[in-house]
């Protein structure tokens, strides 16, 4: 603090430092890991102190930061396991309300295959919301308009639906 003023953001944020390092910890219950977290989260919380309104309670704002960037991580963990449909025991059970209209008969394998069979550029998003990830995140994410990740998974529904309808050739 310089002359009696008000703690800077920077300040502010370095008194955080401690309870960060203890929440974190208890987010992700590995002492390396919630160091990675800490320090991503400060880095996010000075990359957007422009952001910050000073009405606003600092702590809030920073462990929100630390939420979201806990929960994207997850996300992401969860793109991961998803990106290789060799590995993923069960895609069907993962798909939910996405795929409704198509029988509950279907096997996994083939499930697997027709999503597999998709291009990358449509894969990719379906795959991401599957994952959990949010329409405004696959978009960030792939650098490509929201509109675009829209169509994408559109038409990644509709060619699943319709190659999954088509009899198996024997």
Do not use: C
């Not at 320090?39 to 919380?45: C, D, G, L, P």
């Not at 290789?84 to 895609?91: A, F, G, N, W, Y």
């Not at 939910?96 to 697997?112: F, M, P, Q, V």
């Amino acid at each position: 603090m310089l002359n009696g003023n008000l703690p800077t953001f920077k300040e502010r944020l370095e008194q955080l430092l401690p309870e960060l390092g203890r929440h974190a910890l208890k987010l992700v219950k590995n002492r390396e890991e919630a160091q990675d977290l800490v320090q991503e989260t400060v880095y996010r919380a000075l990359r957007y102190e422009q952001r910050y309104a000073e009405e606003v309670n600092f702590g809030g704002w920073v462990y929100t930061i630390m939420r979201n960037t806990f929960l994207n991580q997850k996300k992401r963990e969860q793109l991961i396991r998803f990106r290789s449909i060799d590995e993923t025991p069960s895609l069907a059970n993962s798909l939910g309300h996405a795929l409704d209209d198509i029988s509950a008969t279907i096997h996994n394998k083939e499930l697997e295959l027709a999503v597999s069979g998709l291009n990358d550029g449509v894969r990719q998003p379906f795959l991401m919301t599957l994952a959990g990830f949010q329409y405004n995140e696959i978009a960030e994410e792939m650098q490509i308009p929201i509109g675009t990740v829209k169509s994408r998974i559109f038409k990644a529904r509709a060619l699943l639906s319709a190659s999954l309808r088509e009899p198996a050739l024997s």
